[in-house]
Every structure is written in C-alpha cells, then in structure tokens.
C-alpha cells in the first residue's frame, strides 16, 4: 500500500497533514454554538489539569538542576494538551490553525472569529471554575503550603513582563503548541497523537513562554490564595493588561501567523489558486 494513504498504517506526510488541518477547520467552523462552548469549557479544564499537574511537580524543585525542574514540569503540563487532543475539546491557541480553513476559501471570516470567541470564552470559564475548585479542595495547602507557595511564585513572574515581552512570550508559546497540534494531525493512533504532543509542550513550559489558557488557571488560583490569606498583590484588570491581552495577541501571532498561514503558504497555496 503506498505511503501516506489514508488505509495505511504509515504517518501522514506534510502536505497531506496541510490537508487534514483544513478539512478539520471546516468541521469545527461549522459545530453548533453550544456544542463548541461546551466542549470550550473542557478544553479550559483540561489545560487547567495539566497545570494543576505542573505546579505540584515544580513544588520543592530547588533541590533539582534548573533545567531539569523545568523539563519535569514540562512533562506534567503536557498532560492538558494531550487530553485536550486526545479526549476531544476546543482549545482556543490550536484553533488559531483553523485559519488555514479560512485562507482557503472553506470557511468564512466570521466563522473563523465566532470560533476563536466561542472557544475563548468557553476556556476562560472552564479553567477559571477548575481553579476555584482546586482552591475548594485545598489544593494550595498541599505540602504545607508549599504547592501554594509554587503557584503564587509562578503567577507573580507571568506578571513582572512588560507588554512586549509578554507578547513575545505568547507568540514563541503558541507556534510551538500549534506545532504539537500540527504534529498529532499525522497520527495513525492514540500512542502517536501523545508522542507527537509531549516534546513541544514540555519545550514551551520550560523554556518560560506564554499560554494564555494556562494563565486562566494559573493567574485566578493565585488570587484566590492571595484573597484567603488577606493580602490581595493584583486586581483583575491587571491580570488581563499585564497577561492575558499581550499573551493572547501573541498567542494569535504565533498560531495563526507563524504555522498556520506559513504551512498554508507551502502546501495549500496552489490549490486555492487553482
């Protein structure tokens, strides 16, 4: 059986993974509005699980090298996208690739906005009700403290950026989940789609960039640990000027500009013309 055909066992090539991404654009355009915010408000708690993952594996890291601590915590974080690929939701920094449905002519410009806007809002309510649940259960108090310790420490560095770098971490993030999104589109099984995910979200994680899924949960739960003990650091409008907006415009960057539109360019191209 030839490579790449779609009864065989072999990954997808390239240009064929260009085509399964816009064919997949098309069908998630296309779902009702409930369906798309419900399935949101999963992939909002599934990024939110995967960083709940990652602050109690970075908790007590200080005795580790640097860079081991942060590959580990990568690794546990990697858990949010993989269910988010795996169990089935919408996550909002992925779908920036939906773009290439649109670029194609397959798919409406309003479409492609009421997707992002769905789906982004469906996120921010997912993970903002994780993190609040986590906060219920007494997930700060976890080692003495310490696993709250970690997450205020990782909320008040997302928060230290200026508006550029913020955006800059945001792009750089975005471009390589985009790529572990890319990547699971080649899977011929479950086992591909999590090899294919791990390596460049553990990159993401431990190299400090920006995802602004992520910060829903990480910013939010903070807060709530800072409101408990009665010494509030940051309101909410600066959780959204100093984070949120500059990392989720960069967020747009990397997705949709740098994988999106440059695997469009390189493989897509000629058909729309045609």
Request: aromatic letters at 10%; a positive charge.
């Amino acid at each position: 059986m030839p490579l790449g055909t779609p009864n065989g066992f072999d990954a997808l090539p390239p240009p064929e993974m260009a085509e399964h991404a816009e064919r997949v654009g098309v069908k998630k355009a296309a779902l009702p509005w409930d369906t798309t915010l419900m399935l949101a408000v999963l992939g909002g708690a599934f990024i939110a699980l995967g960083g709940v993952f990652a602050v109690v594996a970075s908790t007590g890291s200080a005795a580790l090298p640097f860079g081991v601590a942060r590959v580990l915590t990568g690794v546990a974080f990697s858990l949010g996208l993989v269910l988010v690929v795996v169990g089935g939701a919408e996550l909002f920094t992925g779908n920036n690739l939906i773009v290439m449905a649109w670029v194609s002519g397959k798919i409406r410009l309003s479409q492609l906005l009421r997707n992002w806007a769905l789906v982004y809002l469906g996120n921010l309510v997912g993970a903002v009700a994780t993190a609040g649940l986590c906060f219920v259960a007494g997930l700060h108090q976890l080692g003495q403290g310490a696993v709250g310790e970690a997450a205020l420490a990782s909320a008040h560095g997302k928060l230290g950026y200026g508006f550029l770098q913020a955006f800059a971490l945001g792009v750089l993030a975005n471009v390589l989940v985009c790529l572990a999104v890319w990547l699971s589109f080649s899977a011929r099984s479950t086992t591909d789609r999590i090899l294919a995910v791990v390596p460049p979200v553990a990159a993401f994680v431990a190299a400090g960039f920006e995802h602004s899924v992520a910060n829903m949960f990480f910013l939010p739960f903070a807060m709530a640990i800072e409101a408990a003990r009665g010494a509030p650091t940051f309101s909410v409008g600066q959780l959204w000027l100093a984070n949120l907006i500059p990392v989720t415009l960069g967020n747009l960057v990397g997705g949709s500009g740098l994988v999106g539109l440059v695997y469009w360019r390189i493989y897509l191209r000629r058909a729309r013309a045609a």
